[in-house]
Nanobody
């Protein structure tokens, strides 16, 4: 069982930056692929970025060049650095941990970008 706790969300003006963190419990963090998803009001949850256990990173087209995912296995933490934020980035951001046959979600952290 893995528990994920996100933090770092908040209210920011367009063009600003935020850094989300997700801390995972357990000793197997380094073996998980970690990802960020988001869900805006009235919309489906969508993929934002992931980083594999080997450090390979993938970002959705709509955040590439603005957001960067990273991980620190020593701290059991995955980060999402978000720069040049836009009002359309407003959503609840969720952390996800996955391995073969297993998947875990955090409770989410709200990001609101004002115009």
């Amino acid at each position: 069982q893995v528990q994920l706790v996100e933090s770092g969300g908040g209210l920011v003006q367009a063009g600003g930056s935020l850094r989300l963190s997700c801390v995972a419990s357990g000793s197997l963090f380094s073996g998980y692929t970690m990802a960020w998803y988001r869900q805006a009001p009235g919309k489906q949850r969508e993929f934002v970025a992931l980083v594999t256990s080997g450090g390979i990173r993938t970002h959705a087209d709509f955040v590439r060049g603005r957001f960067t995912i990273s991980r620190d296995n020593a701290q059991n933490t995955v980060f999402l650095q978000m720069n040049s934020l836009k009002p359309e980035d407003t959503a609840v951001y969720y952390c996800n941990a996955r391995s073969v046959g297993l998947g875990y979600w955090g409770q989410g952290t709200q990001v609101t970008v004002s115009s």
